[in-house]
């Protein structure tokens, strides 16, 4: 499984209250664990922005088959490289 499907998947487990971030992103079994934490918690952080560019986007009409949690970790992502490359 990749980075952002299990970060969908804590994310949406954070939002069904199946667990906490921590409990979640240690029970995924995913091989990084630092990794996906550092992104599940970026994504809960900024998450009232991203829903904001991912509606005004349009993101999830033109790509129906796309989950709002996925959608969330890679815009984070993007936006995190984007901001560490103009430095």
């Given amino acids: 499984m990749g980075l952002y499907a299990a970060a969908a ?7 069904s ?3 906490s971030i921590k409990g979640l992103v240690y029970s995924s079994n995913f091989q990084n664990v630092k990794q996906l934490y550092a992104l599940v918690c970026e994504t809960q952080r900024y998450s009232a922005v991203l829903d904001a ?3 005004s986007a349009g ?8 989950r709002p949690h996925l959608a969330k970790g890679a815009c984070i992502s993007h936006v995190d490289n ?5 430095l």
């Avoid at 998947?9 to 939002?15: D, I, P, Q």
């Avoid at 993101?59 to 796309?66: I, Q």
């Avoid at 984007?82 to 103009?86: E, G, L, N, T, V």
């Fill in 59 to 66: 993101l999830l009409r033109a790509e129906k088959k796309l």
């Fill in 53 to 55: 560019v991912i509606a």
């Fill in 17 to 19: 209250r199946q667990g």
């Fill in 82 to 86: 984007s901001c560490h490359k103009a």
């Fill in 9 to 15: 998947g804590v994310l949406a487990g954070v939002e």
